[in-house]
């Protein structure tokens, strides 16, 4: 339990650090905790891979981090390229909307890792977890870096 004291400690100082005191003071920057979530659990080790992880473990190991760098202020947030139990994690209704917006109130940005936008459609994701249109994931829904045209 000392691990994930630190891990959210880390976290909550890295925020105040980078944003300080008011986010619009000269000398702060928007901090962006990443890569939401479970990242550095993928299969083999490898980058842009598949991760399962219980919904247990994931609350007990992986959020608690992410949960203080929100808690402490943090304007933005980075979603992961890799899946998360068979979902995108750009595009993951669970993690995003139930936990960051929903249980943790986050009303800031969601930042797409890279090109994963326009990897819901090239691996035909687009209609199974965006709907009939993905264009809400390019920006206007909070999804923006790395926007690219998905239709």
Not at 60 to 75: E, M, R, T, V
């Amino acid at each position: 339990m000392k691990i994930l004291f630190l891990g959210a400690a880390l976290a909550r100082a890295y925020v105040r650090g980078y944003q300080g005191a008011r986010l619009d003071a000269p000398d702060s920057i928007a901090a962006c905790p990443k890569h939401f979530v479970g990242y550095g659990a993928v299969e083999g080790g490898r980058d842009y891979n598949s991760v399962e992880i219980s919904e247990h473990t994931l609350r007990q190991f992986y959020l608690p981090p992410f949960h203080a760098a929100i808690d402490a202020g943090a304007a933005t947030l980075m979603s992961s390229f890799n899946s998360l139990n068979a979902v995108p994690s750009t595009a993951n209704p669970f993690t995003l909307k139930q936990i960051l917006k929903g249980a943790w109130g986050f009303q800031g940005i969601v930042d797409s890792d890279y090109t994963s936008v326009g990897e819901l459609v090239a691996h035909r994701h687009r209609q199974r977890w965006c709907g009939s249109s993905a264009q809400g994931f390019s920006g206007r829904r909070g999804h923006g870096h790395g926007q690219q045209p998905l239709s």
